[in-house]
């Protein structure tokens, strides 16, 4: 039942910007935009979330379309450590999150 | 570390064998969620409590499955009789409830393998 449609991988280069992409276009009101990211081996890790605005925190941004139907996670410098599975995926107002099949990022040095 | 822990880490079982999982949320959170991840898809949800109260199964729970959460802390996810098909990780989530900035905390995660 995922809501969020997301390319299957990416590549960077080392230190470049990363924009991942993710559409929504079924997204609710009351859905917030979430973004995790999986290491190998490891459980999900937050990145950041946002209803409409823009967001910035220390390890992202969020850009989030005027509609809401998509928005893209930017990774200002993308490192090593950054190599993972980034999800994209709407929480309802039950606090339900509903996971993809993410996108695979590949850091290249 | 996000203060979520689940034991063990890793579990090889024979099918047929039952196994038992454990969840140690973050104390002061409220709800918790278990999640079932095969290899190359997103976790898929299962089940969650809010406090001991469950509240919600997913149709991927089948009547071998149980979960619990005795006192409102720990949970507890039993697999009755395994099947290969049951080799998955299975990740525990905690999330205090109420506000705007809530989001989930997953633990590191139980590799289940079914021989």
């Known amino acids: 039942d995922a809501k969020t449609t997301q390319p299957n991988s990416m590549e960077s280069n080392e230190e470049e910007p990363v924009h991942l992409p993710c559409n929504h276009s079924?997204?609710?009101?009351?859905?917030?935009i979430h973004w995790y990211r999986q290491l190998p081996s490891q459980g999900p890790e937050y990145v950041i979330h946002?209803?409409?605005s823009n967001v910035n925190n220390r390890m992202a941004s969020l850009a989030i379309a005027e509609d809401r139907k998509s928005s893209t996670l930017i990774l200002h410098r993308a490192t090593l450590r950054d190599a993972a599975v980034y999800y994209c995926?709407?929480?309802?107002?039950?606090?339900?999150?509903?996971f993809g099949t993410g996108t695979s990022l590949t850091v290249i040095p | 570390d996000t203060g979520v822990s689940q034991n063990p880490r890793h579990k090889i079982t024979k099918r047929g064998q039952n196994v038992t999982f454990r969840c140690d949320p973050i104390?002061?959170?409220?709800?918790l969620y278990w999640y079932r991840q095969t290899l190359g898809q997103g976790p898929e949800f299962l089940t969650y409590?809010?406090?001991?109260?469950?509240?919600?199964k997913s149709r991927l729970l089948s009547d071998r499955f149980s979960a619990e959460r005795p006192k409102g802390s720990f949970s507890t996810l039993e697999i009755q009789r395994t099947e290969q098909g049951d080799s998955a990780m299975y990740l525990c989530?905690?999330?205090?409830?109420?506000?705007?900035?809530?989001?989930?905390?997953f633990g590191p995660g139980t590799r289940l393998l079914v021989l």
């Open positions: 079924t997204i609710s009101g009351t859905d917030y």
């Open positions: 995926i709407l929480r309802d107002p039950d606090n339900q999150f509903y």
């Open positions: 946002g209803l409409t």
């Open positions: 409590f809010q406090n001991e109260a469950q509240l919600e």
């Open positions: 989530a905690s999330i205090t409830t109420g506000g705007a900035w809530e989001t989930q905390y």
């Open positions: 104390s002061e959170h409220n709800r």
